[in-house]
T-cell receptor
Framework: ETGVTQSPTHLIKTRGQQVTLRCSSQ?????VSWYQQALGQGPQFIFQ???????GRGNFPPRFSGLQFPNYSSELNVNALELDDSALYLC??????????????FGPGTRLTVL | QQQVKQSPQSLIVQKGGISIINCAYE??????FPWYQQFPGKGPALLIA?????SEKKEGRFTISFNKSAKQFSLHIMDSQPGDSATYFC????????????FGSGTRLQVQP
């Protein structure tokens, strides 16, 4: 059983560009959440996908968008990059069984630097 | 709006000592409280989690204490080891609907040999 994987590991972009980050969820997990972790801060919830539908969104502008595919992998797209978008982007998958505490398992993250 | 407040920001403990990290939450709808451990360059890894129907949960050297009336919970690391040196995050979420984790700001723990 493989864990959550993310690609790429590191990415450098310039202001105004667009970026796509990818996540493969853990086997058997149908829910994917994306978080932004600025340096020295706790992760902040961006949005969550359950069975290919957005299932909630945090306080992030519409230029942050996502997709979930039939195999439950996911993409995070960020348009019109700003300097403040520089952060570690974390993907977390969970098995959403309807249980009271479906643990979220995190990937290693993608470090995005915007110059 | 910071819904989960974590303290201290950093902590230095001698090997064999007890590390204590505290968190307080505001949203009474939260009913799932995990703690995550994060090493540099890695994603957060779940350590231990608790629900508010119990006041304490222990797994090995890690214990969560939970005070529902005060809306506070804490992580105790017994017999702290240098390998425990990492950043620890408390978090909270709801069990229904959107199950987004709300994280604290983190505690950087350093265990000195």
């Amino acid at each position: 059983e493989t864990g959550v994987t993310q690609s790429p590991t590191h990415l450098i972009k310039t202001r105004g560009q667009q970026v796509t980050l990818r996540c493969s969820s853990q086997s058997g997990h149908n829910t994917v959440s994306w978080y932004q972790q600025a340096l020295g801060q706790g992760p902040q919830f961006i949005f969550q996908y359950y069975r290919e539908e957005e299932n909630g969104r945090g306080n992030f502008p519409p230029r942050f968008s996502g997709l979930q595919f039939p195999n439950y992998s996911s993409e995070l797209n960020v348009n019109a990059l700003e300097l403040d978008d520089s952060a570690l982007y974390l993907c977390a998958s969970s098995p959403w069984t309807g249980g009271r505490s479906d643990t979220q398992y995190f990937g290693p993250g993608t470090r995005l630097t915007v110059l | 709006q910071q819904q989960v407040k974590q303290s201290p920001q950093s902590l230095i403990v001698q090997k064999g000592g007890i590390s204590i990290i505290n968190c307080a939450y505001e949203n009474t709808a939260f009913d799932y409280f995990p703690w995550y451990q994060q090493f540099p360059g890695k994603g957060p890894a779940l350590l231990i989690a608790i629900r508010p129907d119990v006041s304490e949960k222990k797994e090995g050297r890690f214990t969560i204490s939970f005070n529902k009336s005060a809306k506070q919970f804490s992580l105790h690391i017994m017999d702290s080891q240098p390998g425990d040196s990492a950043t620890y995050f408390c978090a909270a979420s709801r069990s229904s609907g959107r199950r987004a984790l709300t994280f604290g700001s983190g505690t950087r723990l350093q265990v000195q040999p």
